[in-house]
């Protein structure tokens, strides 16, 4: 019994929120990966979406996992949402990139909506301190559950960190709506 209470409460304090690594107002690292949407591959440059308006960056520990697979659902069933208040999405992960190319059209799961682009040995992840952690511990090459928005001058709007799927949309959406709202005073 209290091996059980050891590990649920590891477990919560794994999942319970934090704030991500960048704060508001760092200047976010530019990057290109090899990225897919809807199954076709191709580069994707974070500095060429950035002149369309915010970027909405979120890290991912794994395709095909359940928390990243509702997560992917999430981003994808409001990425419609995103576009119409200026901003676009990008998923990217260190787990299992060579599916990748699947992962991106599956309809259960980014549906072809967004890009997904792979990040080997979590190099990206590490320049956006978003290395996964496990309590309290780096777990090497792997991207963890954390989100950004980025603005069109490449600095940081908003960070959030948790590694609960569920409320990331809601908060860089917020962050998005609340970025437009004040470019229109």
Known sequence: MFRSALIAAALVTAASPAAAKLAPGTKAPDFSAPAYLAGEAFT??????????????????????????????????????????????IGVTSGKIEK???????TENCGGKFPV?????????????????????????????VSYVIA?????????????????V????????AWKAAKRR
């Open 44 to 89: 994707y440059k974070l500095a060429d979406h950035l002149k369309k308006g915010p970027v909405v960056l979120y890290f991912f520990p794994s395709a095909y996992t359940a928390g990243c697979n509702l997560e992917a659902r999430l981003f994808s069933e409001a990425v419609d949402e995103f576009k119409a208040n200026g901003a676009t999405v």
């Open 100 to 106: 990748l190319a699947q992962f991106s059209k599956d």
């Open 170 to 177: 809601n908060q860089t959406l917020g962050a998005v709506k």
């Open 117 to 145: 682009a792979a990040d080997p040995g979590a190099s990206i992840a590490r320049r956006y301190d978003a290395s996964l952690t496990m309590k309290g511990m780096t777990v090497s090459g792997m991207s963890g559950r």
């Open 152 to 168: 069109p001058d490449g600095s940081v709007i908003h960070s959030y960190e948790n590694l609960d799927p569920n409320d990331h």
